[in-house]
């Protein structure tokens, strides 16, 4: 069921994301040849006034198909448009999908009664790092190692991806910031109720959720989806995680539905899948506006790289040379696809 579920989920992702340069299309006057929710063969189609709208096989996809003339002879094709026009056709798409992962994550979040901020309630018995010169309850942590917290769940990521046994930490107390460098913080056996748990021993003040909270944790929640993809690849780039360790749609997929079964209810796993399906969201957004060809982008970047260039030339730039790059780009990005597909087949059947 919750394989079915993830399906689905994912394919509506691109079906907003593909929506979002549909109505920026629409709004800016350029012609939609067709939209397409899947790839693959066609299950169901209607011919509109002008476009034609179809659901294919496989949800891991979508497309929004413009009229598109190099030469610009048609006032209603995109290449016709202004720079301006353009880049808001683009752009649209991305935003579709962080505005699908805001509304998203204000309907997980409702459903929450507290959040935990990072201000100290206590400690565990036996916390060595306790005192005047350490953490004291009251004390509100700002940041560890540079990257700044604004809720509990900050701490726990923070603290596993530092993999060490001390951290530069920034605290206020009772007004005032003060740093605590190389802070000795690890994980180790506390007890809780005479039961034996590895945590770090610190306990945070919960917060009521409420109107204003619940925007505020919802806002946060969002932004802090752009950060986890930040944070990925700069492990990427930096060698941390290899391209083996990639998911494409197929693994995501996996990955939500072993997050539903996971999940001791029904409705517990409902809302996880949700959360998940709002980070994939913010990632598609966030991957797809990056200066990469072939992406979205990747296409406004050259516009305005050829901006430039004819700003300085005074010469228009042939558009052919634009679609060479993408074109080039696109081959490699689907070799990656299918690496990253084989590898996700792999993983979870080895596994």
């Known amino acids: 069921m919750y394989i079915i579920i993830a399906a689905i989920a994912f394919g509506l992702l691109i079906a907003v994301h593909e929506l979002g340069h ?9 012609r939609v040849l067709e939209f397409a929710i899947g790839l693959g063969p066609k299950i169901l189609k209607k011919q509109g006034k002008e476009t034609l709208y179809s659901l294919r096989v496989f949800p891991f996809g979508g497309f929004c198909a413009m009229e598109e003339d190099e030469e610009a002879r048609d006032p209603r094709s995109f290449s016709a448009k202004s720079r301006k026009r353009r880049v808001f056709i683009l752009a649209a798409g991305g935003v579709a999908n962080f505005l699908a992962a805001f509304i998203i994550t204000v309907i997980v979040v409702t459903q929450m009664s507290t ?47 530092e993999r060490g046994s001390h951290v530069d930490l920034v605290i206020r107390r009772d007004g005032e910031r003060i740093r605590l460098n190389s802070f000795p913080l690890e994980p180790r056996e506390y007890l809780d109720d005479g039961v034996a748990r590895v945590r770090y021993g610190i306990d945070f003040i919960g917060i009521e959720n409420s109107v204003w909270e619940g925007f505020k944790y919802s806002c946060y929640m969002t932004i802090n989806f752009v950060r986890l993809v930040r944070i990925s690849l700069a492990q990427l780039i930096s060698g941390a995680v290899g391209v083996r360790d990639l998911t494409g749609p197929v693994g995501m997929v996996d990955m939500m539905n072993t997050v539903g079964q996971a999940a001791p209810t029904v409705t517990i796993a409902l809302e996880n899948i949700a959360h998940f399906v709002a980070l ?57 696809m299918v690496f990253v597909l084989i590898n996700d087949v792999a993983r979870i059947v080895s596994g």
């Open 22 to 30: 549909f109505i920026a299309a629409k709004l800016m006057d350029v």
């Open 115 to 161: 959040f935990t901020g990072t201000t100290i309630a206590g400690f565990a018995d036996g916390f060595p790092g306790r005192g005047e010169n350490g953490l004291m309850p009251g004390d509100r942590i700002v940041s560890i190692n540079g990257e700044r917290l604004y809720y509990a769940q900050d701490f726990l990521m923070f603290m596993q991806l």
């Open 280 to 336: 994939i969201g913010v990632n598609i957004a966030v991957i797809n506006l990056l200066p990469i060809p072939a992406m979205d982008g990747g296409r406004i970047f050259l516009l305005f790289v050829t901006w430039i260039i004819e700003k300085m030339t005074r010469r228009r730039v042939d558009p052919k040379y634009e679609g060479y790059i993408h074109q080039a780009a696109l081959v490699l990005l689907v070799c990656l």
